[in-house]
């Protein structure tokens, strides 16, 4: 019985663990949320999108290089994030 109690108690600790990372991982996506309408809301705004375009490509090709596991993740957000910076506005610029 002793070993019963022992196996129910870790598989409580881990459901646990698990449902707090899971909490986290939510969390952490609403933030994403909200910190991209708000930058929306800027870059919809800001007068020297073309720049801000350059620079953009710039800090994403030196996250994707020094993350390689998630640039493929990145990639889905950073093409939303180029058109919203006039990638496809400005030909010539992009």
């Known amino acids: 019985m002793d070993q019963d109690q022992e196996i129910r108690e870790t598989l409580d ?7 707090g990372l899971v909490d986290n991982q939510l ?5 994403v949320h909200v910190l991209q309408a708000a930058l ?6 800001h007068p020297d999108r073309a720049t801000l375009l350059r620079t953009f490509k710039g800090y994403m ?4 290089e020094s993350t390689p596991q998630l640039a493929r993740h990145m990639e889905a957000l950073e093409g939303g994030m180029l058109a919203l910076l006039g990638q496809d506005t400005e030909p010539g610029k992009a």
């Open 27 to 31: 969390m952490l996506a609403a933030q």
């Open 40 to 45: 929306a809301t800027v870059l919809l705004h």
């Open 61 to 64: 090709k030196i996250s994707k």
């Open 13 to 19: 600790v881990h459901r646990q663990s698990i449902q």
